[in-house]
């Protein structure tokens, strides 16, 4: 089997050893450890592990691996790996009698030629299917007690599910013929030998409490630092990722690569335009989100907006001089239109860069598609993986830019340039990245809050009372105060101030109102 399936049975293993070792539930240890015996006959090892969880449920997990024929080019082969987690009802609170449940099962397989009883599965009678199914099941069980610690169980059911997998001829490495994805019906019919380990709970021994004579301590009190105040900047980016504070701003450069950039906008052009249309692609919401982003800041007195960055950018086709003006009157239009509609964001707020032809976003492109291609193990996307790692090449190590897209063009036929222009280049004819950075008053009185806090916290109550008597006409601060001034002794007034922060909704004051209360 691949990689991932080998992990997936070092992650069954995990589970079956925490099952084992681990499962305390309901006041006694109860596992117990089954094998299926018409699995067996089928020729596939498996084991199942129960653990109990309550006085009539039970958790379990089912494993089974068939690894034959070990020769992977004998054409008849049933190789296949299953995981089935399951949670079973008990009528019965001793482990036996009637029980049902339900599963989820998971498998890979590469079966061919092998005929089921009942007509079942025909498609893999005259043709090698290989790939992964999913499903859930119902099953309802009987279970026997043969002795102390063996017991045997029936159980009958019936799954349902998905798989996706690919068809082949049934010789080894056959001619693939296809997709067979489809859903399918599964039978349950098992019969199990378990073995099961039961410890009895030991008696408790009485636990006698002696009655406390002692004064009980003063109660602890609540306080916690008290968020800054970024402005409505601050409370816009939190649904807004497009606003960033000033110091997060670096200028641009054309190593950057910009989709990896979260937060950033985009404004679309139709292909070789740099008139800005509200109406192609998404652009109306994007515009006046843009728009109504910077108006709300630049109303607001405790914050503003220090920069907007705006980075004008065209796809690869065509002459470099030309792609290059194009880019920059694409990041001039966005600049205007936003000029127009905010009159106040006057020139010097603008930092907008010409990125010219969006070459480094690109190869992140292609080098994404690469990595995903190079994981799968499809045969039909050999040539094309080829040609996508040439592609990075050339871009990686041809310097002029109007040779760089020629070679592209040239590249096996023009298949890899083809992909590239269909599945990557419309992106590209765009204003490219906007962000918005803001600076806010820096808000005093929650620094000052949080340093009395500290004090509180160290116990100095008597040196942070003061400070919060200062700041005493900011809301924030009651619930400190009231803690500094309960603790100095004065605690009528700091009893009306918990209740006042706790009418503000301080859940803190709330919580020191009950204590104090009780």
């Not at 008849?76 to 599963?103: M, Q």
């Amino acid at each position: 089997m691949d990689k991932k399936n080998r992990n997936i049975r070092i992650v069954v293993l995990l589970l079956i050893s925490w099952i084992l070792l681990g499962g305390q539930t309901y006041g006694q240890k109860n596992f117990a450890v089954r094998n299926n015996l018409i699995y067996d006959i089928s020729g596939t090892p498996n084991l199942g592990v129960d653990v109990r969880v309550s006085p009539h449920w039970t958790l379990g997990l089912n494993a089974g691996y068939r690894p034959w024929p070990l020769d992977d080019k004998t054409t008849r082969k049933w190789k296949h790996f299953l995981i089935a987690p399951e949670l079973r009802h008990w009528n019965d609170s001793t482990f036996h009698r009637s029980y049902w449940g339900a599963n989820v099962f998971y498998s890979h397989y590469n079966v061919g030629h092998v005929t089921f009883p009942f007509g079942l599965y025909k498609t893999v009678r005259d043709y090698r299917v290989q790939g992964d199914l999913i499903g859930l099941g119902a099953f309802y069980g009987r279970s026997w007690r043969l002795n102390r610690y063996f017991r045997l169980e029936g159980e009958v059911g019936l799954g349902v599910g998905y798989t996706w997998a690919k068809k082949y001829e049934c010789a080894h490495c056959g001619t693939y013929l296809g997709r067979h994805d489809k859903p399918f019906l599964i039978p349950k019919l098992t019969l199990n030998v378990v073995y099961q380990k039961t410890e009895k709970k030991q008696p408790k021994e009485p636990i006698i409490t002696p009655i406390d004579t002692t004064t009980p301590p003063p109660p602890v009190l609540a306080v916690h630092p008290v968020q800054e105040n970024t402005g409505k900047a601050g409370a816009l980016q939190r649904e807004n990722p497009v606003l960033a504070n000033i110091a997060q701003y670096r200028p641009y450069d054309r190593t950057r690569i910009l989709r990896k950039e979260k937060g950033a906008l985009y404004v679309h052009f139709p292909l070789d335009k740099s008139e800005l249309s509200r109406d192609f692609r998404s652009n109306a919401s994007t515009l006046d989100r843009i728009v109504d982003i910077t108006r709300q800041i630049m109303a607001d007195s405790t914050s503003s907006v220090r920069r907007i960055q705006i980075v004008g950018l065209a796809s690869i086709e065509g002459r470099v001089q030309h792609n290059e003006q194009l880019a920059s009157d694409r990041a001039q239009a966005l600049k205007q239109y936003v000029q127009q509609q905010v009159p106040q964001a006057i020139d010097n707020l603008f930092d907008v860069a010409n990125g010219g032809e969006a070459w480094a976003d690109l190869r992140d492109q292609i080098n994404d598609v690469v990595t995903e291609m190079t994981k799968s193990t499809a045969e039909a996307d050999g040539r094309r993986l080829a040609g996508l790692k040439q592609a990075i090449d050339i871009i990686d190590n041809e310097p002029d830019l109007t040779r760089r897209e020629q070679r592209l063009r040239q590249l096996d036929g023009g298949r890899p340039f083809d992909y590239i222009k269909k599945n990557f280049l419309g992106d590209q004819r765009n204003s490219g990245y906007l962000r918005i950075y803001f600076d806010y008053v820096p808000d005093t009185a929650a620094a000052t809050i949080n340093k009395a806090t500290q004090l509180i916290q160290q116990e100095k109550f008597a040196e942070a009372l003061p400070m919060l008597r200062s700041v005493q006409q900011d809301p924030r601060s009651w619930n400190a105060l009231a803690v500094a001034l309960w603790e100095t002794g004065e605690k009528d007034v700091a009893l009306n101030f918990f209740r006042l922060a706790s009418q503000q909704g301080n859940a803190d004051a709330r919580e020191n109102l009950r204590k104090l209360q009780k």
